[in-house]
């Protein structure tokens, strides 16, 4: 979810292809699972880690994040990003343990036969307060009608005005600095698909795009901020965020989700 600025190569898959990738997104999938069962506080994050790094290695597959990153004296160290509260995306599992009243953002890659998939969830830790719930409703809701828009024929900016739309409607806002892509013989493909547009700009949507879609929504301002690790996304205003992502194939007629 890197922005670069350079021509565009898009990738498109056969059905052999995409197959391969389903299989991949199964992996994915079930780690979500995974977390989702074993999410309660006082767990540390790297335990969590542990539990999606085992559950990769033994379903076949390997981490994409490990050892990811452009920065060759700072790649990405884990297969989870796990990011609580105010951290957006790109939290480094530690031992940090979880506690009553966290939202906790989890993302996974997974590479399995050279193709990959990736997929976050937003989960409560306990009881949670109405506005982090609502948080998490609208955004996972801002995924799905990023789907929606999602079908041959139509452009990558009616992905991302939809989302934005509705994020803002409900009075939240869509982070700028981070986006979706393209996904499949890399982690990161073109074209770039942002949460933020409007209709019918950009690239037309073709039978056999595999995208992962992904809105990072803020409760308040778009803002984000780099940790000191030089990985960890927060808020710049402090306020809590939520990311939901599924890897998609665009089909004529509804996207199939992988994830
Ligand atoms: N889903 C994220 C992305 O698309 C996760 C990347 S984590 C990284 O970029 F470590 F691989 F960068
Ligand atoms: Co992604």
């Not at 790109?90 to 996974?108: A, M, T």
């Not at 209709?199 to 780099?226: C, D, F, R, S």
């Not at 205003?237 to 992988?258: C, K, M, Q, W, Y």
Request: net charge negative; with cysteine.
């Amino acid at each position: 979810m890197f922005k670069i600025n350079n021509s565009i190569m898009v990738q498109l898959k056969t059905e052999a292809e995409i197959n391969i990738m389903r299989e991949s997104g199964k992996i994915t999938s079930d780690v979500l699972k995974l977390i989702a069962n074993n999410i309660k506080p006082g767990i540390t994050t790297k335990e969590l880690d542990e539990i999606a790094d085992q559950f990769i290695t033994a379903s076949g597959g390997i981490p994409a994040f490990k050892g990811y990153g452009h920065d060759k004296n700072n790649l990405y160290p884990s297969t989870l990003c796990v990011s609580i509260n105010d951290e957006v995306v790109h939290g480094i599992p530690s031992k940090r343990k979880l506690k009553e009243g966290d939202i906790v953002s989890i993302d996974v890659g997974v590479k399995y036969k050279n193709y990959f998939s990736d997929s976050a969830s937003t989960f409560s830790v306990g009881k949670i307060d109405s506005e982090k719930q609502r948080l998490m409703n609208v955004t996972k809701e801002s995924l799905e009608i990023g789907i929606q828009q999602a079908v041959a024929g139509n452009y990558v900016g009616d992905i991302s005005n939809a989302v934005q739309q509705y994020v803002e409607k409900a009075g939240f806002s869509v982070v700028r600095d981070l986006v979706g892509h393209g996904v499949g013989k890399d982690l990161h493909e073109d074209p770039q698909i942002p949460n933020f547009g409007k209709v019918g700009e950009g690239l037309k949507l073709v039978e056999g795009m595999t995208l992962a879609i992904e809105p990072m929504v803020n409760a308040g301002k778009y803002k984000v901020v780099v940790g000191d690790d030089g990985w960890t996304i927060r808020t710049k205003d402090g306020s809590p965020s939520a990311h939901f992502e599924h890897t998609i194939v665009v089909r004529n007629g509804n996207a199939e989700i992988l994830t």
